[in-house]
Every structure is written in structure tokens, then in C-alpha cells.
Nanobody
Framework: QVALVESGGGLVPAGGSLRLYCAAS????????MGWFRHLRKEREFVAAL???????YYADSEKGRFTISRDNFKNTVLLQMNSLKPEDTAVYYC?????????????????WGQGTQVTVSS
């Protein structure tokens, strides 16, 4: 079992950047496929994912070219670098871990979740 804790959220002006961190404890983070989601209004939507091997990344269309997911095995942490932020990126961002293959965009396939970190982008 792995525990996840997000950090790095905050208030940033439109066009700015933030880096989110997801620190794992209990098990090595490279034992899981990792994802980032965000909660907008009533839905939680997919943002990005990283395969367990670290070789494949997946992004929602609106995030391609702006966000980058990566992993630091030494620090047992997954990162989400967010650039060119827009007010519509404002949300609570969650990291999640899963063991099963595929379905990276499907939140119900993830087994472990962090508590979330708030990102607010001002216009």
C-alpha cells in the first residue's frame, strides 16, 4: 500500500507556472502507474499520467504542450510541471496510483489517491 501527499499548489497569475509534487511513502513509486487529475465543479478530470516504466506519458488534449509529468525515483516523487497556466486550470489537483495496465484516463482504475492541492490561476 502506498500513501500519496501532494504539494506545490498556490496562487499564480495567468501565463505563470507551477510545479506540483506527489510524494509517496510505503512503497516505491516506480511500482505504480501514476496519474494527475483535477476536480472542476462536479467532475474530476484526467490531466496526465506516467507509466510504471517511466517510458510512456499521457496527457489530456488541453494540457498537451503545457504540462509535463515526470518522476524522481530517488525522492519517490511524481511531479507535474504546469506552464502557461490559464484561469480555467483553477482546480484541486490530485495524484493517484494504480497497478493495472491501460485506462490511464479513467479515475476509477486508480487505487490510491492523495488529499489534493489547490491551484488558483488569476486572470
Amino acid at each position: 500500500q502506498v500513501a500519496l501527499v501532494e504539494s506545490g499548489g498556490g496562487l499564480v497569475p495567468a501565463g505563470g507556472s507551477l510545479r506540483l509534487y506527489c510524494a509517496a511513502s510505503g512503497r516505491p513509486i516506480n511500482a505504480y502507474h501514476m496519474g494527475w487529475f483535477r476536480h472542476l465543479r462536479k467532475e474530476r478530470e484526467f490531466v496526465a499520467a506516467l507509466s510504471r516504466s517511466g517510458l510512456r506519458t499521457y496527457y489530456a488534449d488541453s494540457e498537451k504542450g503545457r504540462f509535463t509529468i515526470s518522476r524522481d525515483n530517488f525522492k519517490n516523487t511524481v511531479l507535474l510541471q504546469m506552464n502557461s497556466l490559464k484561469p480555467e486550470d483553477t482546480a484541486v489537483y490530485y495524484c493517484a496510483a494504480k497497478s493495472g495496465l491501460n485506462y490511464y484516463e479513467n479515475e476509477v482504475k486508480y487505487d490510491y489517491w492523495g488529499q489534493g492541492t489547490q491551484v488558483t490561476v488569476s486572470s
